[in-house]
């Protein structure tokens, strides 16, 4: 069985561009040479987040979705989903319907999407998905699409699904025959970028069609809209044998690899700061050896912050005690980054 991409998109970009593309970039905030740990908001076993204002939605390993105060870094509210449920895989903010978008599983191996309201935090809908494995989920918000790779026969296939939030359908499927990382959206150009092994998948979302690849090797990815760059982490060497991770710089626009910098170790995932420019880097476990003088040892997670433009490491911070494979976001207004960090919870990062 080839893996299939299922995608619900609506028919035309309906909501504004995001707060963050409008924002001038400023690098002044980066006087402090590291970044700084402002807090762990103790969620256990904290996996997927999502922003919308000054609150912050967590999905745990408890079927629940942790609504968090993130003036007071305290968590106010509870969303059970119900035992049921479990294997969340994505959770994103839908501000025209003021829903919150879960995917997950419902217990009988269905993948669903679950849309949530904020306010009230009862369940106005759901989107069936599919019986196959979901490894992977997206969101873009000007599509009102969502887009979930669900995985099959132990991982080796994957399909890329889309629902469209309006009709509540699932509205195409996209075979992929490689096994995918992370789902990355671009909210200007609706293109998707999805790691491959050995390439990054390119589909265009509102034909739903693969329109092209990125030969290179990815991990995890993140778009830089303004300044049409991908970033990607990766193993340092050709084979991928070593631990040592390296940020690949992709230039949009030419379709390729314009510059590489060491980054630590095992890459789990990137965010960008859209405002700042920056690229974090966030490592799941074991020590920098690559540059003593620059950085120092930590026995678990690190956060690296990279300068695109300087093509260098500008600081780092060691999150002891995190889990192996983390999801974060940037609020590029706040500069501040936040990580659901498995077992310490969620982690706010000053960046």
């Not at 050995?198 to 809209?225: C, H, K, L, S, W």
Request: charge should be negative; aromatic fraction near 6%.
């Amino acid at each position: 069985m080839i893996a299939v991409l299922v995608v619900l998109a609506g028919a035309a970009a309906k909501s504004a561009v995001p707060r963050l593309l409008s924002t001038i970039r400023d690098k002044t905030q980066h006087a402090a040479p590291q970044p700084t740990l402002q807090a762990r908001i103790p969620i256990p076993n904290a996996q997927h987040v999502a922003l919308y204002g000054n609150t912050a939605f967590v999905s745990d390993l408890d079927y629940a979705i942790r609504v968090v105060d993130l003036t007071t870094n305290a968590v106010v509210a509870d969303i059970p989903l119900g035992e049921h449920w479990y294997l969340i895989t994505g959770v994103f903010v839908d501000e025209q319907s003021h829903a919150l978008v879960v995917v997950a599983n419902d217990g009988a191996d269905r993948e669903t999407v679950v849309l949530i309201d904020l306010t009230s935090h009862q369940v106005t809908g759901t989107i069936p998905l599919g019986e196959d494995f979901a490894s992977v989920a997206g969101f873009d918000p000007g599509l009102r699409t969502v887009y979930v790779g669900l995985t099959s026969d132990h991982h080796r296939n994957t399909a890329l699904i889309t629902a469209d939030l309006d009709s509540r359908t699932v509205t195409g499927t996209l075979p992929l025959t490689k096994a995918s990382g992370n789902i990355e959206v671009d909210p200007t150009t609706h293109r998707i970028y999805i790691p491959a092994n050995d390439e990054i998948a390119i589909v265009d979302g509102a034909t739903r069609t693969q329109t092209g690849t990125i030969a290179t090797f990815a991990n995890a990815v993140a778009v830089d809209p303004q300044a049409r760059r991908l970033y990607a982490t990766d193993r340092a060497t050709p084979n991928r044998e070593e631990e040592n991770t390296v940020l690949k710089i992709v230039d949009l626009d030419k379709g390729s690899v314009a510059a590489t910098v060491p980054s630590g170790k095992m890459g789990f995932d990137v965010a960008v700061d859209t405002a700042s420019g920056d690229a974090y880097v966030i490592s799941g476990y074991s020590t920098f050896l690559e540059d003593p003088g620059t950085v120092s040892e930590c026995d678990e997670g690190w956060v690296t912050r990279v300068d695109p433009d300087s093509e260098s490491v500008t600081g780092t911070l060691c999150m002891d005690g995190s889990s192996l494979e983390m999801n974060a976001v940037v609020d590029p207004v706040l500069h501040r980054l936040y990580v659901a960090g498995g077992g310490p919870g969620l982690l706010v990062v000053n960046g």
